[in-house]
């Protein structure tokens, strides 16, 4: 169980939408929700064994789980103006549909 104090920072999940204009695609953001999250950068150890099997991987995101809301792989969650963009699907912690944690690297 994640205390409610660990989910303390304000972020909006979005998806991608891919727009053509005049034979060009374009992607866009659309959000999807804003919800209290847990974000923090794995450390040392954390960062060499989530990037054993996702590349590039900085940051986890943890939040309550929600039914009404469906999380992608080609999501991102945005954190004030930093971007964090999933680096697989979103983990159901313990299998308990009471929390989701994202693996996540964070835009340059």
């Given at each position: 169980?994640?205390?409610?104090?660990?989910?303390?920072?304000?972020?909006?999940?979005?998806?991608?939408v891919e727009n053509h204009t005049d034979g060009e695609l374009?992607?866009?953001?659309?959000?999807?929700?804003?919800?209290?999250?847990?974000?923090?950068?794995?450390?040392?150890?954390?960062?060499?064994?989530?990037?054993?099997?996702?590349?590039?991987?900085?940051?986890?995101?943890?939040?309550?789980?929600?039914?009404?809301?469906?999380?992608?792989?080609?999501?991102?969650?945005?954190?004030?103006?930093?971007?964090?963009?999933?680096?697989?699907?979103?983990r159901n912690i313990d299998e308990l549909g009471e929390h989701?944690?994202?693996?996540?690297?964070?835009?340059?």
């Amino acid at each position: 169980m994640i205390r409610a104090g660990k989910l303390r920072k304000r972020v909006t999940i979005q998806q991608p939408v891919e727009n053509h204009t005049d034979g060009e695609l374009t992607t866009t953001w659309d959000d999807v929700a804003t919800v209290y999250a847990g974000v923090e950068p794995l450390n040392s150890r954390e960062l060499f064994q989530a990037q054993q099997t996702r590349a590039e991987t900085t940051h986890r995101v943890t939040l309550r789980y929600r039914p009404d809301l469906t999380v992608k792989a080609n999501y991102r969650v945005l954190l004030g103006t930093r971007e964090l963009y999933l680096t697989g699907p979103p983990r159901n912690i313990d299998e308990l549909g009471e929390h989701w944690e994202f693996l996540c690297r964070e835009a340059e």
